[in-house]
């Protein structure tokens, strides 16, 4: 996976989860840019650039569905990037293959660069999603198990403010926690 991919990936991510953190008194601006400055997408693929794109839509119309109307309309914020992204998914519902994506994302797409006067976080949450087999093939050659029932995770911070962040995994035999 390229880095461009990966940076590309979060910032959509972002971008329809809505998740960032600035400390109080930060300015952002948001600065129109070109798809030029993005570092490494003319080098991705269409089809990884496409399949990207259809998971996330696919997403946003999850999440809507998800949400009460009057909970997503008390946050017009949020409710407005929805509605954006809904335009362009819908958009891409009737996109023909034989066309450059490329050549779609910009033509329906804007690109910003964030500025800040302070460092600034932002999040996303990856989900990773594994093909499989429910028969042991030549391309499915390892199992994938589910987590044992036996396994427990102990959040340190519980206990000590000093650990917060910090888990342990362990397992119970015979009375007694053991790691594994």
């Not at 997408?41 to 999440?63: P, R």
């Not at 949400?67 to 362009?88: A, E, H, L, N, P």
């Not at 450059?100 to 910003?112: I, P």
């Not at 917060?164 to 035999?173: D, E, R």
Request: proline fraction near 3%.
């Amino acid at each position: 996976m390229t880095s461009f991919f990966k940076i590309f990936a979060v910032c959509l991510i972002f971008s329809l989860s809505g998740c960032s953190f600035f400390k109080p008194g930060d300015e952002m601006v948001y600065q129109k840019t070109s798809f030029k400055a993005l570092k490494g997408f003319e080098t991705e693929t269409d089809k990884t650039l496409y399949t990207l794109f259809s998971q996330n839509c696919a997403q946003v119309q999850k999440y809507y569905r998800s949400v009460k109307r009057k909970q997503v309309f008390d946050d017009v914020s949020k409710m407005s990037t929805i509605m954006q992204w809904q335009g362009f998914c819908q958009k891409l519902t009737h996109f023909k293959q034989a066309h450059s994506f490329k050549q779609f994302l910009k033509e329906n797409l804007d690109v910003y660069e964030v500025i800040s006067s302070q460092n600034s976080l932002f999040t996303g949450y990856y989900s990773p999603v594994f093909k499989g087999s429910l028969h042991k093939t030549d391309v499915y050659k390892y199992p994938l198990y589910a987590l044992p029932n036996d396994l427990y995770v102990g959040y340190l911070g519980d206990f000590d403010p000093e650990l917060k962040g910090k888990t342990i995994v362990a397992k119970i035999v015979k009375n007694k926690l053991k790691p594994l």
